[in-house]
């Protein structure tokens, strides 16, 4: 199964890092069956998906993922002493937020995230870190207003519009998605396989001839066999739809 878009997204001791240029692919269409307020990861609406790929996330009760939740819990005591010891400073509480969030606490690491904000309500990456836990809890358009406030403070933050986006298409807001993603590819048309997630968003929005483009963009840059198999799929259902 192709992901919402393939994210790889590290919750690290302080802020979220994406590798956007690398990472981002193509957002996959919301199955009828499924839930539309679902996380942009694998196993859609899992909350153990919120720190999925790195950071001290926890997975697994043995092995590397059992390390990781002892480290995340001995840190917790570090983190709350910092804080004990600089109350005003928001990085101990971001600190804390990403040892609950190993831990599967969400409410706790949604609790110290708003205190971090609090403290320095201008850093972009506190938001984004908080929009995603908002996202990964199914509260969307939650998320949907960090990510905003984040791209306000900082319109080049493309972090902040791959998610808006994801959140957009999931919930089925077509022209929202579309629009964040034409911003995507125009800044940086590396992103070519945004171009199918484009022409899907089209289609649903009654708009054969620009889903047509798109679909045509996609398949003159895909390179591997399935994602051309999708390409000339969607491509021969608008042209008979047309």
């Known amino acids: 199964m192709r992901l919402a878009l393939y994210i790889l997204i590290f919750l690290g001791s302080v802020i979220l890092v994406l590798d956007l240029a690398k990472k981002v692919k193509e957002i996959e269409p919301p199955k009828k069956s499924e839930k539309t307020t679902e ?45 004990e010891s600089a109350p005003d400073q928001a990085k101990p509480y971001i600190d804390r937020a990403n040892a609950y969030i190993a831990l599967k606490k969400y409410d706790l690491a949604l609790a110290d995230t708003n205190q971090a904000i609090k403290r320095d309500p201008k850093n972009t990456a506190y938001l984004l870190q908080r929009g995603y836990i908002y996202l990964g809890t199914d509260k969307s358009e939650m998320a949907v207003a960090d990510f905003t406030e984040a791209l306000e403070i900082d319109p080049s933050l493309a ?41 899907r968003c089209y289609k649903a929005l009654g708009q054969n001839e620009n889903a047509i483009k798109h679909t045509q963009l996609y398949l003159e840059s895909a390179n591997d066999a399935q994602g051309k198999q999708e390409g000339e799929a969607l491509m021969s259902e608008l042209k008979a739809q047309s």
Do not use: W
Request: proline share 5%; with cysteine; aromatic share 6%.
């Open 159 to 199: 972090k902040a519009r791959v998610f808006r986006a994801i959140t957009h298409y999931q919930k089925q807001n077509y022209q929202a998605a579309v629009e964040d993603c034409l911003v995507i590819v125009k800044n940086d048309p590396s992103f070519t396989d945004l171009h199918i997630t484009i022409a």
């Open 39 to 83: 996380t942009p990861v694998e196993t859609h609406g899992s909350q153990d998906q919120l720190n999925p790929n790195g950071g001290m996330g926890a997975q697994n009760p043995h092995g590397a993922g059992h390390r990781d939740i002892n480290r995340a819990s001995q840190a917790l005591a570090e983190y709350t002493q910092a804080i």
